[in-house]
């Protein structure tokens, strides 16, 4: 591959091993070696730039969760060493909170989780991180409310964080203003543009009697802050209660590969949501707050429908979005 180190194999081997330097074998250092020096890295939970800060974060993470492994479920990707690659990593995490941690004091609680990271890859470097983890289920399962965690969240102060809030603010507006219409973005076959195009309509139209022509039958979606969705009835009342939160929502859909590790057909899409939490389906009563949803989706394919979905975001991030927004009626 060009620009890269002459040791990594392809860029699925590139992947897999600078994520097992950094995490399993504690060399958080790599960081500065393993991404550029202004590298932003976009979460709902905050904004970050550049190597420095990707290394204080996963220092922080390594102290409060020291046996943390970040196993590899699938690696699907595009582009080139030209353009830029992009790689689709969804990882199986599982760690133990023994240290202090965002949540505080140790738990000794272990937790295990789902999390998609889409990385642009250029000469042996991230350059563009988008990262979207379950925090939902982690607040849960080291034995916190992540409704009182997110009313918590949603009293600290964003001043401190103008470039995040100033990118909420242009991914809204961006996402809501999107055509329907829009070029599929990404490197995949007319079937992945199709199925884009599918998911697109599902969100944006709210027809979900599409779900029995996209989804198979038996399909199961591994849905973030949710036990798994198994057949047409329960990933209908899935999508029937987030558009219910948010009936006006856009979906853009921002990248769009297919090249997989895994045996099979794979899609991966990586997706933005903006609306208004206007109804009462999720989250508590209406309270009109704008929500972004930063998520991607792994789909497994079998004759033409989806067998099977990986389907991750913050939600607990978009409950403080909600919270912050109650709070804000109320003063």
């Not at 699907?76 to 505080?104: E, K, R, V, Y």
């Not at 042996?124 to 988008?130: D, G, K, S, T």
């Not at 006006?248 to 208004?276: F, K, P, Q």
């Amino acid at each position: 591959m060009k620009g890269f180190d002459d040791e990594f194999k392809n860029i699925v081997d590139y992947i897999l091993e600078i994520t097992l330097r950094i995490w399993e074998g504690k060399q958080p250092e790599l960081c500065h070696r393993y991404y550029s020096e202004d590298c932003p890295v976009y979460t709902l939970a905050g904004y970050t730039q550049g190597a420095e800060e990707v290394t204080q974060n996963t220092i922080h993470t390594q102290n409060g969760f020291p046996d943390r492994t970040l196993h590899a479920d699938n690696i699907i990707w595009g582009g080139n060493d030209t353009d830029g690659f992009h790689t689709s990593h969804l990882i199986n995490t599982a760690m133990t909170n023994l240290g202090p941690s965002d949540f505080g004091e140790p738990t000794g609680r272990h937790a295990q989780f789902q999390v998609i990271a889409h990385c642009v890859v250029r000469e042996n470097r991230i350059v563009e991180e988008w990262l979207v983890r379950d925090n939902f289920s982690l607040c849960k399962q080291l034995g916190f409310d992540p409704l009182e965690r997110a009313k918590e969240l949603a009293t600290q102060p964003l001043t401190d964080q103008s470039k995040f809030t100033s990118w909420l603010t242009s991914e809204f507006r961006r996402v809501a203003g999107s055509e329907q219409n829009a070029p599929i973005d990404g490197d995949h076959s007319a079937r992945g543009a199709e199925l884009a195009r599918q998911i697109r309509y599902l969100w944006n139209v709210g027809e979900l009697n599409e779900i029995s022509s996209l989804y198979a039958s038996d399909a199961v979606v591994h849905a973030s802050a949710r036990p798994d969705l198994k057949g047409l009835a329960e990933i209908r009342e899935f999508f029937e209660a987030m558009r219910g939160a948010l009936p006006d929502c856009r979906l853009s859909v921002d990248y769009v590969c297919e090249n997989s590790m895994a045996v099979g057909e794979h899609v991966a899409l990586r997706w933005t949501i903006a609306g208004h939490h206007l109804g009462a389906t999720l989250w508590g009563p209406a309270t009109r707050a704008p929500v972004l949803i930063l998520g991607e989706s792994h789909y497994r394919l079998h004759n033409g429908r989806i067998v099977e979905e990986w389907l991750v975001f913050d939600e607990l991030s978009v409950m403080t979005q909600v919270e912050r927004a109650r709070i804000a009626a109320q003063s």
